[in-house]
């Protein structure tokens, strides 16, 4: 091989790896089915996000709208569930407990409200307690502004850390070169609370003048994906990009990742958004997809139920509609596979206390993956 040439792909490699994208974007096909895909909970019109209680029962939400408590396998809907501004991705959206929910009882809601002045909705977080079969206790912690009567990029995934933080995520409500690299407006962002709404006063933004205070990290365009990363308990995201250009994001404080300043991805007609991928003072992305495959819900599998995927990430394909399996060594994603192909658009999945991967997927309802 001449030397030029030599140079040359040892450049790309290196490129590659430095902005931790592999050499090969290619996704392959499942080497074997460790599992099989069991129905739990059928028809859900598009099941959002999932929260496992300590008896064993799932909360889920329906994007609609409606709160379903799943036991005993029977369906129960939850009464007195906030009234969500159900427009375009807005609705009834995800669903956590609190890390000590033995002990208080709270569950935390993100979806869209139009409660506000301006016509329209944005994202809010809410907490309430179940008793019985419904929801008592209401409160709003947070509530995005302005509405805006766009039905596009509300986010919204919740993860509570190791310290008991609240970390939201909201997309920039469609408004690309407004809200994503404004201190002063919602939208585009990753916020941190307190468990009881009020602001940490370590936040990154706290001294400055106006800004909102909740923000942990901006230039975000519509993050799907939160979750905590088992070993060094970073805060892991993933959001949409436009066509191409879909992120894995670590989180930091006080972090600017770039939207819409540099992207990887195009605009839908094809054309450039930015001309640049890289500038000094914002973050790189872990991972991104060219193409897009429209990244929703996300975990770490660290169960010693799934021994060969001990350690991978899982993120599903909204796009594509299968599940993805992401190998990780130093940072770095070095295989894709495709996991539960052509199932439907998956929506979330999480593994639950009890060891067992859950995929919530449109239009069918709640999958358990049980190993062979």
Known sequence: MKKSVFYFWLFVVMHNLSIGQPITNKVSEPKSKLFTAMLLVDEIDIPWGVAFMPNGNLLITDKKGELILFRDNKKQKIANVPTVYNRGQGGLLDVALHPNYKENGWIYFSYSSSKGEEKGGHTAILRAKLKDTSLIEKEVLYKATPNTTKGQHFGSRIVFDKEGYLYFSI????????????????????????????????NPFVDEKNAKTAIYSYGHRNPQGLTIHPNTKEIWSHEHGPKGGDEINIIKKGGNYGWPIITYGLNYSGTKISNKTKMKGMEQPLYYWTPSIAPSGMTFVTSDKYPEWKGNLLVGSLKYQYLERLVLKNNNVIYREKILSNLGRVRAVKQAPDGYIYVAVEGKGIYKLNPK
């Open 171 to 202: 997309g920039e409500r469609g408004e690309r070169d407004i809200n994503p690299q404004d201190l002063y407006r919602d939208g585009g962002k990753i916020y941190r609370l307190h468990d009881d709404g009020t602001i940490p006063k370590d």
